[in-house]
């Protein structure tokens, strides 16, 4: 009897055993074997794979980034559910809440990284994130009509296109004239009621005459000087500066470019064009940059997996027995005493799971990786499960040295696997 | 009991209750940014996917807003035209339903087994299957890709079968508690009505199995819609759609267009099966979260 009940659980059994032993159990033992051979597994190679992984730069910044994700993503995504759990018991749309948030672990994760990877565009234009933040920006230090513009001539002073333009005149009996000539105008930016750049001369005492005007024409090799069908720069504000830094005067220039400022003292005047009119759009932050790309990257992590921290930790709180909370409420706790001193130890074994499996998923990390880095960083967004795939399956396909970073992650994993299982046993002893 | 009867005088108790007003204002407003911010990259590409190549390239998808005139069906009906698509769409199909179906088959026998049948060496064969939930895939990839290029295996065969390997442990981790948990006097009355164990197996524990069976299907097909890692190494040419998108991923900046609303199109189904199945999403996804 005993002997024939053994029998059909081997039938019930049978199936799964089977295709887990080929195809899970065996594979792992024989990944183990091959990352002591070389890249065709033929060649006995000792820990030369595990060496050269080690040296391999592509791995060690995909070390490095898989451990930023381990200490980063987990502690904020379970800190982040957490909260979110409690706080959402407090709103009566709290289904609907948690329905939004989960809805990223809906959707692959291949996805979740373009969508992300259009969210981060660098260019304020197109992505949202640099869109936001060029806000306050495009308020307070606009765009200029004439972005990038050098000064034409060497009388000049600008740092570097796109900064101010000055040139520095000393007023005497005469007067003092000034050429603000500008080159490098964007799209044949003038307006069409620009004309034939004014030529300035000298008007007498204590007035400076000039001209904002576009320096070149084609063939024209002297700078500095209003040739015939150069025209003027209309309704730009230059700012005359006395010596000591102050603006004494503002005024614009007109349809032919000139302008002109009188009942100056004597002295030594500095005329601007200030930066404001030059400033080049904003080139947004480079969200998927070498620098920044592994902490987008977690960002975007935790738009997927915030969801299923908040659902377990909701599932584990709505469990809780109701009447702990009260007694320690009616004992005069307040809230955040209840949250710290009932509630998180009541459920520190659910965060555990929750945290642990954030910390497998941080460790095997790849597909995120693969929407979000655009391919020229993808080596600087490199993660140990990513690199296991290009190394054995891209290019040449190296299979010794594949082999060898799969059994580097089994290893990461195992302290984890160990754990689950004590927990398990624990549990199911209980 | 509140703080305004405790402190006994009315002008008191109406400014506790406007700080807890106010604290709850505050809660509700931060969730509301909380769920804001995690609508809007949908939102954007649901937008994007409904926009022309030469839009998306020069203005974010925000502007519709404002000039909703350039909203276009176009890429969809691209993509509806575009073969390669239509074929990730039947292979991603040909993939995620036979990697449901099998595992489910082969876990639910197992786990009757492993919660019903009272035989020596159960505990460890159960312990054995949990410890394998947590082996990572990529610790089969290079020999499982060896022994199916020994044996002929390929494309879509290959990739199911990897699939309903690697989603055993955890579909008989599942179905062997869920049975577990069943009403020990029905297994009883039925065996001494001299029912053959297949005979409980198929009429008792399958049907009462059915919220955790669909449970289990819902996250195995979503898992196996949405991979993309065992595609890319056993798919070969029988490309499904994750493997179509990241491969366009390569010529990105040609088609925002065609990956938005592929990414798209890939996302409604899963998305579909979450809001019409919650219940049994949600109860997978816990059960799930020990892997």
Redesign the interface.
Known sequence: MRKRRWLIALLFLAPALFVLGVLVVYPTIETIRLSFFDRFGEEFVGLDNYRRMLRLDRMRTGFRNSMIWVVVFPTFVTTLGLALAVLSQKVRWRSAFRVILFMPAAIAVLSSGIIWRFMYDADPETGLLNAVANIPRAIFNPEGDYPGAAASHDGLIQEEPGDAIAQVLEIGPGGGVAMLGVLRLTDAALPAEAVQAFAPTPAGSGTITGVVWRDTTPGDNIKGIVDPAERGIPGITVEIIDSSGATVQTVRSGPDGSFDASGLDPGTYRVEIPASTFRKPWRGITWLGEDLITLSAIIAGVWIWGGFALLVIAAGLASLPQETLEAARVDGANEWQVFRRVTVPLLKPIIAVVFVALTINALKMFDLIIGIAPGSVQDDANVIALEMWRTSFTGLGDRGMGSAIAVFLFVLILPILVFNIRRFRLESDA | ?TAGVVTGTGRVGGLVRVRKWFS?SA??I??VV??L??????I??LV?SFRPLEK???????TTVTSPGQLTTDNYSNLLGNDTLVDAVINTLLIAIPSTVLPIL??A??G???AW????G?DA?F?L????????L??????????FRTVGVSGIPAVV??H???G??FA?FLMRNYFAGLPKSLMEAARIDGAS?WRI?YRIVLPLGFPAIASLAIFQF?WT?????VA??FSGEQKPL?VF??NR??Q?GSG?DI??AG?FV??LV??G??FAF?KY??AG??GG???
């Open positions: 009991m709850k809660v509700q931060f969730l909380v769920a911010f995690w609508m809007v990259p949908g954007g590409l994007t998306v390239a020069e203005s974010g998808w925000w082969l876990a026998a197992a009757y087994a492993l049948i009272d035989f020596k159960r064969v312990l299957i949990v410890a394998m939930l947590m082996v990572p990529q610790m089969a990839l290079i020999p499982v890709f060896r022994i079968l990897f309903t390997a690697f055993l442990p008989v164990e197996f979503t819609w949405n991979d993309l890692l890319l190494v994750m998108i990241s991923l390569g990105f925002i990956i938005s990414v890939s996302a899963p998305l099966i979450f919650q999403f949600e996804l816990l979260s020990v892997k």
